[in-house]
């Protein structure tokens, strides 16, 4: 599998739409979609074969029925992530359900102070649980901790949250007969601002491509970079317009590495709430235990019907693994509803039940050897439905777990 880093870099505000299923009011996105970036690039290559255009010096991806066939329509279709606010072009994050920060000042600890930092409760709350005593999550200072969800980086050890700005465009309506604006028609889109902050910064953002041909990964990063790009809605207005640049990803540790580390420190916490509170029971030394951290909102489905949990059934599914010794322990997850606009047959997408980004799932096994090739597997091709379209983004064994109250970020 080749993955290709874009960085996304905004020259024009960004209409990046999300309408409410029965509202009346279109709401700026605070990202952009996989399926927006998806569906940019197939339409532009449509759009050549349709003008009889050659759509770069080295490449025929514009054909339908070749290359074009192999990233959109096949079972093996490229896998395009949604694209989160970024610094740099840094990898984007997102912070589990488990996350949790200060009510009162809330926030990365920074150089300056003044926020009491944020910290996982993921493996607190389960040894808690596991001991028979309740778990409430305060900071040290006494302050109540309320769940924190935002995007972030990691630069040099330091954390730091990414967002951003948004404004209201005001646009008059244009009589159609006359071609001259329409009385009484004025109407409002909310964008993304093309800079960010008082320093006027770019806004960027990252994603990536997942492919399972290399040529054609080669291909494709060529073609990004020789044209000209606008993602969201209203580009014959001026908006939408990017510059895509394509690199090579960042290299991030093994799926293995990642669970023997988790495990450690799970087995390490369970002994230290063991001590505190008289605790005799010990984890069973032959189980394995890993979690599943949704990193872009999923559609799953179990017998025919939405659900927001992944079961142990559905999860051995999706590895094509047989463990009946796999148990689900802790689940946090959410659920909201999402549509779309489909180009291609220029139809509104059906309403979805999906499953918020940042849920997390714990899981053990105590056949853990099995799963360490499939669990990868999942990281880059994702759970659930639409995956293409960069739903089910998972990642497994996210080190944010492993940051503790005592040494909040």
Known sequence: MTTLQLTITARAPLAIGRQKPGGSISEAQTYIPGSVIRGAIAGKMLRQVAANETP?????????????????TTEDAAVFSNAYPSLQGQPALVLPAT?????????????????????????????????????????LNGDRAEPYSQFYTIENGRYQTQSVDTRLLTRVGINRRRATAQEQVLYSIEVINETQGKAGQPTIFSSSIALEDATLASQLATYLEQQQW??????????????????????????????????????????????????????????????????????????????????????????????????????????????????????????????????????????????????????????????????GQVKVCDQFHQVFREAAV
């Open 56 to 72: 770069g010096e080295t490449t025929d991806l514009a054909q339908p029925g070749g290359d074009f066939e192999r990233l959109f």
């Open 99 to 139: 996350a949790v920060s200060s009510k009162t000042s809330p926030g990365f600890r920074s150089e300056k102070g003044g926020n009491e930092g944020v910290f996982d409760t993921l493996i607190d709350g389960f040894c808690a649980e596991g001991h028979g005593y309740p778990y409430e999550p305060s900071c």
């Open 230 to 391: 606008r993602l969201g809605g209203s580009a014959s207005r001026g908006l939408g317009k990017v510059d895509i640049q394509v690199s090579e990803p960042s290299s991030i540790a093994p799926v293995a590495t990642r669970i023997e580390a988790f495990n450690h420190e799970l087995r390490k916490r369970w002994q230290q709430w063991g001590e505190a509170y008289g605790g005799t029971q010990d984890l069973p030394s032959d189980r394995q235990f890993f979690t599943l951290d949704l990193q872009s909102d999923a559609i799953l489905t179990e017998q025919w019907r939405r659900t927001t949990v992944v079961s142990p059934a559905m999860l051995c599914q999706m590895a094509g693994i047989g463990d009946d010794q796999l148990q689900l322990h802790s689940v946090y997850s959410s659920y909201d509803y999402c549509s779309g606009w489909n180009a291609a047959w220029g139809l509104m997408k059906d309403v979805e039940l999906v499953t918020q980004r940042g849920a997390v799932y714990l899981w053990s096994t105590s056949q853990l050897d099995q799963w360490i090739s499939p669990l990868a597997e999942l990281e880059i091709k994702g759970v659930g439905e639409r995956t293409p379209e960069g739903f």
